[in-house]
């Protein structure tokens, strides 16, 4: 590992990390020497993480903080105590998300809700409450996860479309606020991704079929095919970029 992609003595947030991508780019960022802080909701799925990605790790590099990323309160008492208990937040990955699959005629409101409250809502609470620490210091970088959502759409994920559409823009709003301030803030676009999560598109052969002939790559994405990104942008490799949204998407955006 070069100095200028080393993470060591840096402190790291990634919401949503108790498993898929938000556990991958955890361990991307620690293999880079990083000490992490992993977030989830279920307790005992989280602690489950923690243990499970320490064995991998020198002891007091795995931390974990199980809290809601959508309650102002509890995020601003989470990274207080990270700060306090792990050492000052320096990388945050705006991880957290979920999707609804229902067509827009028949999305009950509070559907659309809890989509954009999960997926955009937290990116700002959880930024907004990291900055406060970073801002001072005068250095912090801000990764949010959007998604290829955020320039393309499909039926029957409008909240969703919705949400990583506004976490781009929400990514250029942070940066025009906050990159005066030494703060670097950048989005991460994923295209189809090959996790647990999406293992039955990938079992479904129309889908599959579709997504290969889809990409330029010809291939899913897999969880290492950002962990590259995340860790250059979490690095002095990337003190100059600041309000971009890199897609990792084998080139599914850039055809027609």
């Known amino acids: 590992m070069t100095s200028l992609f080393d993470l060591t003595g840096r402190t790291a947030l990634i919401t949503g990390s108790s498993r898929g991508i938000g556990n991958a780019l ?9 000490t992490v802080v992993l977030n989830g909701m279920d307790a005992d799925r989280l602690k489950a993480a923690e243990t499970s990605l320490s064995a991998d790790f020198p002891p007091g590099r795995i931390h974990s903080c199980a809290f809601d990323v959508t309650k102002d309160a509890e995020v601003g008492r989470a990274v207080a105590w990270v700060e306090e208990n792990v050492g000052p937040l320096e990388i945050l990955v705006n991880n957290a998300g979920i999707q609804h ?14 989509v954009i409250t999960t997926d955009l809502t937290s990116a700002f609470l959880v930024g907004r ?3 406060r620490f970073m801002i001072p210091r005068g250095r912090g970088k801000i990764i949010n996860i959007c998604s290829v959502q955020a320039d393309l759409a499909r039926p029957t994920i409008a909240p969703y479309i919705a949400a990583k559409g506004g976490l ?23 295209g189809y991704i090959h996790t647990d999560m999406t293992q039955n598109l990938v079992d479904d052969e129309q889908f599959n079929s579709w997504i290969l002939g889809r990409t330029p ?4 994405g897999t969880v290492q095919d950002l962990a590259g990104p995340a860790v250059w942008l979490a690095s002095s490799g990337s003190d100059f970029v600041n309000g971009q949204t890199i897609f990792i998407d084998g080139g599914m955006t850039v055809v027609v």
């Open 26 to 34: 955890a361990r991307a960022l620690a293999d880079a020497g990083a």
């Open 101 to 114: 699959r229902v067509a827009m005629l028949d999305l009950d409101v509070e559907d659309w809700e809890r």
């Open 129 to 131: 409450a990291a900055a």
């Open 168 to 190: 781009r823009n929400l990514t250029r709003a942070m940066t025009a606020e906050w990159a005066a301030s030494g703060l670097q803030i950048n989005a991460i676009a994923p």
């Open 217 to 220: 790559a010809h291939r899913w």
